[in-house]
C-alpha cells in the first residue's frame, strides 16, 4: 500500500514569496490533516478535511495560508506571502476517520 | 501551558541499557494516548498505543496513570536503532492528535 506522498521535499523561497505544498493521502482515507512542525517541536494541527469540507482550521492563520482539497482526495497547502517565522516542515496525514493518521515525509520549508 | 509535557532530553545511553520517558498531560479528558517514533528528518511513525492496563510490545513498554495523567515508556536492552526522537501524543474526543515536543534519545556502542 503507497502511503502519504508529499511534494516537494524541500523548498527554499525568499520572504514575501508564495509556496505551495502538495499532499496526496493513502487511497480510501476521507480524513486529511496539515501540520506544522518547527524545529525542537512536534507537529501542530493546521486543518483537518473530511472529503472536501474543512472541518476544524482554527490554527490556520488564515491571513496568509490557504488550503483545499476540491475532489476529496489530494490536498494543496498554500501560503502568501510566506514570513521568515513560517520556516518548518509542513507534515501531511491521513487517516479513515478517527483511525490512526500515518504521515507523509513532510515538505521542508526555508524561507530566506 | 502546553498540553504534553515530556522530559527535555536528550538521553544518551549505551547498547543494552534500559532507558525511561515520561510524559504528563493537562487534559483530564482525554481519551487516547500513543507514543510516536520519529527519526532524523523523517515523518512520526506510530510506536504504540497506551492503555490504563500497560502494555508490552517485545522490549518496549508503555503505561498509562490517568489518575496522575502521566504517561511513560520504557525500552529495554537498548539497540543502536532505537536512536531516535520519541513523541508522546494524546487525543480527545475529537480527531486532533497533540504532541509532545519529543525526547530525543541516542544509543551508543
Known amino acids: 500500500e503507497a502511503g502519504v506522498v508529499q511534494s516537494p521535499r524541500y523548498k527554499i523561497i525568499e520572504k514575501k514569496q508564495p509556496v505551495a505544498f502538495w499532499c496526496n493521502p493513502i487511497?480510501?482515507?476521507?480524513?486529511l490533516y496539515w501540520y506544522r512542525q518547527n524545529l525542537g517541536q512536534g507537529p501542530e494541527l493546521l486543518i483537518r478535511y473530511e472529503n472536501e469540507e474543512a472541518v476544524d482550521d482554527s490554527q490556520l492563520p488564515k491571513d496568509r495560508f490557504s488550503a483545499e482539497r476540491l475532489k476529496g482526495v489530494d490536498s494543496t497547502l498554500k501560503i502568501q506571502p510566506a514570513e521568515l517565522g513560517d520556516s518548518a516542515v509542513y507534515l501531511c496525514a491521513s487517516s479513515l476517520s478517527n483511525q490512526p493518521q500515518h504521515f507523509g515525509d513532510g515538505t521542508r520549508l526555508s524561507i530566506l | 501551558r502546553k498540553e504534553v509535557e515530556q522530559d527535555p532530553g536528550p538521553f544518551n545511553v549505551p547498547e543494552g541499557a534500559t532507558v525511561a520517558f515520561n510524559c504528563t498531560y493537562s487534559n483530564s479528558a482525554s481519551q487516547s494516548f500513543f507514543w510516536y517514533r520519529q527519526d532524523c528528518r523523517k515523518e512520526p511513525k506510530l510506536l504504540m498505543s497506551v492503555y490504563s492496563s500497560g502494555n508490552e510490545d517485545g522490549r518496549f513498554t508503555a503505561q498509562l496513570n490517568r489518575a496522575s495523567q502521566y504517561i511513560s515508556l520504557l525500552i529495554r536492552d537498548s539497540k543502536l536503532s532505537d536512536s531516535a526522537t520519541y513523541l508522546c501524543?494524546?487525543?480527545?474526543?475529537?480527531?486532533?492528535?497533540?504532541f509532545g515536543k519529543g525526547t530525543s534519545l541516542l544509543v551508543t556502542p
Open positions: 501524543v494524546v487525543k480527545g474526543s475529537g480527531y486532533a492528535l497533540n
Open positions: 487511497s480510501g482515507h476521507n480524513t
